[in-house]
C-alpha cells in the first residue's frame, strides 16, 4: 500500500470562510420575481427569512466569514475526511483513482448539518425563537431539529407523507433532538388542508410541504422559514465541503478530473462542486457533473423557466430548470431528489457550460450503492448512490480508455435510516421509472403566464 486510504485536515485547518460563487459567475444569476413580474427588494422576503441570511441572500461577495458559534459546532465532525475508494477500484478494474468526501459523519448523517447549524445561528442572532421547514428523506428535518436544539431555537418539521411512513426512525432522531415532526400534506395548515381535501392519498411533495412551513412561518409568533436546498444562502454554507477538499487534494498532490454530486435542490452538489467551478472559471481544467434521478429529471429534461419553489406559489419566482411547482414527483426511494425544482445558481451554471448534468435510473443507482457497500462497507443515502453510480460509469469509461483519471465524488449522507428501499431492492421490488413525456408536458403547463427569463447576453 503506497498511499493512505483517509486524507485527513486538522480541526485548525476548517475552512474560516464560505466561498459565495456569485463574486466570479459570468453573467448575473436573472434576479427572483414577485407576483406581479417585477424584481423584489430584500423586504420582500422579511416575513420568510431573517435580515442577516437575505444579506447573504443577495451578496455578490466572494468571501464570507464563518462564526466562531458555528465554527464550534462545525468541529464536532469536520474536517470530515476524504477517502480513496481502492477496493472499489480493485472491483472495477479501473486505472482511474476514486476519492470520496465523507459527509455521512456529522451526526443526524448527511451534509445538511453544514447549513442547519449556519441557519439556526443566524436566526437566533436574529432573535428569533422557532423555525419551521419541510424535509423530503428526513435528513434536512434531523439536521435543522439538530442546529435549532444547539442554539437554542424550537424547530417544526413538515415531513413528505411518504418519506413519513418509509422512515418512522427518522421521526424518532427528530424528536430526540427536540423537532417536533408531523407529515404534509397536513391538516395543521390552510395549504395543507386544501391538497387533502383534493388528493386525500397524495404520497406528499417537497412542493408541498414547503407551502405548508412557509404558511407556518409567516402565521406564527417569532417564526421563521428554514430551508434545506436550492437558496443562494444555503449553497454557499455547503461550499465548506469544497474548500476542505481541495485543501485535502493537495496535500496529496493530486487535481480531480471529474468532480460529482447527486442533485436534488442543489446544495451538497454546490458545496462540493462551486469551489472547482470557480477554478474553471479562472481557467483549469476540470468536467463537473451533476447527477439526478430519470424519475425526477429538472436538470436534464425541465425548461430553465421563472417558477415558484412551491405548490401554492407562496415563494418569490425562480429562474431555474423545473418540471414544473405542480409536479409529484414518482415515489423513488431517493426521497431527497425528490423536488421539481434545482437551485438557481446551479441552472445558472449549467446554462452557462460549466456543469454537466446526467439523469440516472434508480435501481442502477442501488446497484452502485451495493457494489460500494461491499467494496468499501459504508451504507450510502439512496440519493448518494446516484453520485456513486456516476462514479462508476466514469471510473468504467476511464478503463476502456486505458487512462488513469482522478474520480472526486461527494458522499452526501449514509443511509442507515434509509433501509426499507434496500430491502425492496433486495426482494427483487424495485422498479425503474421513467418520466413519460406526456406527463411532464402536463406539468410544464403550470408554467404559462410566468415571465421568462432573459438570454445570457455577451
Ligand atoms: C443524503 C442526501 N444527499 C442529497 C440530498 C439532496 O439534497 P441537495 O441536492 O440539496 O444536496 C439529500 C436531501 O435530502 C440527502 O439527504
Partial sequence: ?????????????????????????????????????????????????????????????????????????????????????????????????????????????SHKANTAVAQAYYNREFGIKRLATETGAGQWGCALSLGCKLMGLECKVYMVRISFDQKPFRKMMMRMWGGQCVASPSMETQAGRTILQQQPN???????????????????????????????????HQTVIGLETQKQMKKIGLYPDVVIGCAGGGSNFAGMAFPFVADRIHGKSVRILAVEPAACPTLTRGPFAYDSGDVAMMTPLLAMHTLGHAFVPAPIHAGGLRYHGMAPLVSHVLREGLIEAAALPQTECYEAAMLFANTEGFIPAPETSHAIAAAIREAKRATEEGKERIILFNYSGHGLMDLNGY????????????????????????????????????
Fill in 1 to 109: 500500500m503506497d498511499e493512505d486510504v483517509k486524507v485527513c485536515l486538522t480541526e485548525r485547518e476548517i475552512p474560516r470562510k464560505w466561498y459565495n460563487i456569485q463574486a466570479d459567475l459570468p453573467h448575473p444569476l436573472p434576479p427572483p420575481l414577485g407576483k406581479d413580474g417585477k424584481p423584489i427588494g430584500p423586504e420582500a422576503l422579511a416575513p420568510v427569512f431573517p435580515m442577516n441570511l437575505i444579506e447573504q441572500e443577495v451578496s455578490t461577495k466572494r468571501w464570507h466569514a464563518i462564526p466562531e458559534p458555528i465554527l464550534e459546532v462545525y468541529r464536532l465532525w469536520r474536517p470530515s475526511p476524504l477517502r480513496r475508494a481502492r477496493r472499489l477500484e480493485k472491483a472495477l478494474k479501473t486505472p482511474a483513482k476514486i476519492y470520496y468526501k465523507d459527509e455521512s459523519v456529522s451526526p443526524p448523517g
Fill in 202 to 236: 397524495t404520497p406528499g411533495s417537497l412542493a408541498i410541504a414547503i407551502s405548508e412551513a412557509i404558511e407556518d412561518a409567516v402565521t406564527s409568533k417569532d417564526t421563521r422559514y428554514a430551508l434545506g436546498s436550492v437558496l443562494n444562502h444555503v449553497l454557499m
Fill in 423 to 458: 430491502e425492496a431492492y433486495l426482494n427483487g421490488k424495485l422498479t425503474d421509472y421513467e418520466l413519460p413525456d406526456q406527463e411532464l408536458q402536463t406539468s410544464l403547463k403550470c408554467l404559462e403566464g410566468l415571465p421568462k427569463p432573459p438570454p445570457l447576453q455577451g
